[in-house]
């Protein structure tokens, strides 16, 4: 036992870290404190590439050199990404890794100011997102194209229609587990794990709920809470354990039914799925407001992205002119 001079008490039988490991730990460089906090993969693995890529172009060894960063150095950096023809959101984000570091750099004491403050970033561009929504018939034409004889086609049936009637992320689906769809008040909800780990419940449609029971009923397994929801039907390593992986909601569910559509696969992603059920829940007459929290979205302007009201193609002008 330990008394120190500030009267605080310290059980050292008690203790889990070792004398080394506290020193060790003790002399961590806010940076990778910053790193370590990001708690999205995805995230965590675009913000390394940016912040490498502005270390490798402002010629920083030494994490002492962060302190020597003005803005010039960001501005020049800006103007290096935009000779590269990215696109604006690319250079958006390039600017928010680097922003988002110096920012906890400045709290730690480790940096007098952030650089990055008072340097303008690309426009978004257009108003409207990028990915394509569909149609109500190329939405209907997608959820039933899936064999519904199959596992794997009432598998696909039931993701189809998650994404279709609920607008989660493919990262989201993923992490679906059987004990995440839930009752609350009576009505049955999905438990999502969202962007930074932060959680949201969403209602199930009576559609989705239908064919994930159909899906789990064939499946059989759906009798543990822990199992991963959406799961391979095949897998070459020998195990269906494990939890679809996002790439194989693209390339096997989503991607495969396009193009047994005719539809273009290049046109037709996750995203644009998700697209198609924020655009359709906003046609008809949803709360945008009720909408960017059933996406889990921070910042209502990104919601509004979706939000294609004013731009429906049979009210444009062109279909009020008549010779």
């Known amino acids: 036992m330990v008394n120190g001079s500030s009267g605080l008490v310290v059980e050292t039988k008690n203790r889990l870290l070792t004398a080394s490991e506290f020193q060790t730990l003790a002399n961590v460089p806010p940076e990778v404190e910053w790193f370590a906090n990001i708690e999205n993969a995805n995230t965590r693995r675009a913000y390394k590439s940016d912040v490498h890529d502005f270390t490798t172009f402002a010629g920083i060894r030494q994490a002492e050199e962060f302190r020597l960063v003005k803005r010039s150095h960001l501005i020049a950096w800006r103007k290096q990404l935009e000779t590269r023809t990215l696109e604006a959101a690319t250079v958006r984000r390039k600017l928010s890794a680097v922003a988002s570091l110096f920012d906890y750099l400045c709290e730690c004491n480790a940096v007098p100011f952030n650089p990055a403050d ?8 257009s108003n409207e997102g990028k990915s394509p929504a569909l149609g109500d018939a190329e939405a209907k034409a997608i959820l039933e194209a899936p064999d519904a004889d199959t596992l794997k086609g009432l598998r696909d049936r039931a993701i189809l229609s998650v994404l279709l009637f609920h607008g989660l992320r493919r990262a989201e689906v993923c992490s679906l587990s059987v004990g995440d769809v839930q009752s609350r008040r ?50 070459s390593l020998g195990t269906l354990e494990k939890a679809l992986t996002g790439h194989g909601i693209y390339k096997d569910v989503v991607r495969k039914y396009a193009r047994a559509l005719g539809l273009d696969p290049s046109a037709v992603c996750v995203h644009g799925l998700r697209a198609t059920a924020a655009t ?33 193609p049979e009210d444009s002008p062109t279909f009020k002119v008549s010779y």
């Open 118 to 125: 008072g340097v303008k970033r690309p426009n978004q561009g």
């Open 186 to 235: 009576g009505v049955m909800h999905f438990r999502v794990l969202g962007k930074g780990g932060k959680i949201r419940f969403v209602p199930v449609h009576p559609h989705s709920s239908q064919r994930i029971s159909e899906y789990l009923e064939r499946s059989e397994h759906g009798d543990k809470n822990d199992n991963a929801l959406f799961r391979p039907v095949k897998n």
């Open 280 to 312: 359709n829940a906003l046609d008809h007459e949803a709360d945008i407001a009720k909408v960017q929290e059933w996406l889990g979205h921070a910042s209502i302007s990104t919601t509004r992205l979706y939000d294609r009201r004013k731009t429906k």
